[in-house]
């Protein structure tokens, strides 16, 4: 089964710019709808962007301001994040597992099979 490892977190001013990866090992990201959760202090973790076989969802708060590739020569997936806010601060996860439509499963749903460790992003004011 593939894991998933990711990176890139890390401190920044609100305003800047961080870019996240999401790296599989055992296996590629071929198959596999990907999506990137958030999850900050005492809140749910939630999908904030969510690429299925079909669609691409984005969640309202990061419209405009993220957006994913892929390197498919390094399996590895990346999260840009641009102008960014205090409230982007969170625990960031990738995740991976199949699923369609424009969405973002959530966390314990069948459709998510396999996560990688969280990358703390902390953007201060």
């Known amino acids: 089964e593939v894991q998933l490892q990711a990176s890139g977190g890390g401190l920044v001013q609100a305003g800047g710019s961080l870019r996240l990866s999401c790296a599989a090992s055992?296996?590629?990201?071929?198959?596999?709808?990907i999506g990137w959760y958030r999850q900050a202090p005492g809140k749910e973790r939630e999908g904030v962007l969510c690429i299925s076989r079909s669609d691409t969802y984005y969640a309202d708060s990061v419209k405009g301001r993220f957006t994913i590739s892929s390197d498919n020569g390094k399996n590895t997936v990346y999260l840009q994040m641009n102008s960014l806010k205090p409230e982007d601060t969170a625990v960031y996860y990738c995740?991976?597992?199949?699923?369609?439509?424009?969405?973002?499963?959530?966390?314990?749903?069948?459709?998510?099979?396999?996560w990688g460790q969280g990358t703390q992003v902390t953007v201060s004011s």
């Open positions: 055992g296996g590629t990201f071929d198959d596999y709808a």
């Open positions: 995740a991976a597992g199949w699923w369609y439509g424009r969405s973002c499963p959530k966390e314990g749903s069948r459709y998510l099979k396999v």
